[in-house]
Nanobody
Framework: QVQLVESGGGLVQSGGSLRLSCVVSGNIFSSLAMGWYRQAPGKLRELVAR???????AYIASVKDRFTISRNNAKNTVYLQMNSLKPEDTAVYYCNRPNIPFTWGQGTQVTVSS
């Protein structure tokens, strides 16, 4: 049973930065594609960034050039560095495997004030 534990969220002013972390339990992390999702109030959860086992990354247009996803296989951890944050980035952020998600973690709240 894979467990996902997100951390690193908080309250930040517009233009600020945060780094999110997600620790993935088990011994299959290095073989997994992983993604960061977010869900804003009243909106559907969306995949904002993903990273393949070989380190290939992809982003949605609204976060490209501001967010960077990375992984450390030795630590079973995937990261999301978020720079130049905007109020519209406010959401609960989750990590999970794209397409075939595991049980969702609790997420981490990111709030960007204007």
């Amino acid at each position: 049973q894979v467990q996902l534990v997100e951390s690193g969220g908080g309250l930040v002013q517009s233009g600020g930065s945060l780094r999110l972390s997600c620790v993935v339990s088990g011994n299959i992390f290095s073989s997994l594609a992983m993604g960061w999702y977010r869900q804003a109030p009243g909106k559907l959860r969306e995949l904002v960034a993903r990273i393949s086992p070989d380190g290939t990354t992809a982003y949605i247009a609204s976060v490209k050039d501001r967010f960077t996803i990375s992984r450390n296989n030795a630590k079973n951890t995937v990261y999301l560095q978020m720079n130049s944050l905007k109020p519209e980035d406010t959401a609960v952020y989750y990590c999970n495997r794209p397409n075939i998600p595991f049980t969702w973690g609790q997420g981490t709240q990111v709030t960007v004030s204007s």
